[in-house]
T-cell receptor, first 111, second 120 residues
Framework: KNQVEQSPQSLIILEGKNCTLQ??????????LRWYKQDTGRGPVSLTI?????NTKSNGRYTATLDADTKQSSLHITASQLSDSASYIC??????????FGKGNQVVVIP | GAVVSQHPSRVICKSGTSVKIECRSL??????MFWYRQFPKKSLMLMAT?????????EQGVEKDKFLINHASLTLSTLTVTSAHPEDSSFYIC????????????????FGPGTRLTVL
């Protein structure tokens, strides 16, 4: 069964600090991996997308990495802002375009 | 580009009534749309795949007679929750797949803002 596990489940960080979110997956065959940001009561918004051959992808203060050998990905948030408070969801697509969702990393940025 | 809208954004209804949720792709055509539900602090769960001009494909455990899906055009899919009960209260999210080749987003799913359904 295709699974996506994210850690930590939740974390609180001070404004201006960095944090790293982890995603492990067992999806096979692998097509691509996306990180989404979901604000409370809103739909997910795509941050990054990586295919098998890509190791890192940046979008502003967000940097995602992918290790396809170990089936791990991370999302690094640099210089966090209050608006970064959200759930960050790791989504892996298999070769049939089916998506496997993680439960999300709940990030709370405090001043 | 790649904007997906949902209407209404939130709805409160009495138990036993039916509620219709619309999902529209505003600036692209989508032959396939997806309906998800999400419980608090849980991941999105795929309910059904909506195909334009044909019957929807439902995931195991999802009652097709309770969750009616209609995908009448390339930009609109609707989900009707029939005879709603309090346990149907949830956050419903749709997504639409842009299939146009050469756009750089072939097969990517774009998500709507979600609809909060509360059944009293």
């Amino acid at each position: 069964k295709n699974q996506v596990e994210q850690s930590p489940q939740s974390l609180i960080i001070l404004e201006g600090k960095n944090c790293t979110l982890q995603c492990n997956y067992t999806v096979s065959p692998f097509s691509n991996l996306r990180w989404y940001k979901q604000d409370t009561g809103r739909g997910p918004v795509s941050l990054t997308i990586m295919t098998f051959s890509e190791n890192t992808k940046s979008n502003g203060r967000y940097t995602a990495t992918l290790d396809a050998d170990t089936k791990q990905s991370s999302l690094h948030i640099t210089a966090s802002q209050l608006s970064d408070s959200a759930s960050y969801i790791c989504v892996v697509s298999d070769g049939n375009n089916r998506l496997a969702f993680g439960k999300g990393n709940q990030v709370v940025v405090i001043p | 580009g790649a904007v997906v809208s949902q209407h209404p954004s939130r709805v409160i209804c009495k138990s036993g009534t039916s509620v219709k949720i619309e999902c529209r792709s505003l600036d692209f055509q989508a032959t396939t749309m997806f309906w998800y539900r999400q419980f608090p602090k849980k991941s999105l769960m795929l309910m059904a795949t909506s195909n334009e001009g044909s019957k929807a494909t439902y995931e195991q455990g999802v009652e097709k007679d309770k969750f009616l899906i209609n995908h009448a055009s390339l930009t609109l899919s609707t989900l009707t929750v029939t005879s709603a009960h309090p346990e149907d209260s949830s956050f419903y999210i749709c997504s639409a797949r842009d299939i146009r080749a050469g756009t750089g987003r072939n097969n990517e799913q774009f998500f709507g803002p979600g609809t909060r359904l509360t059944v009293l």
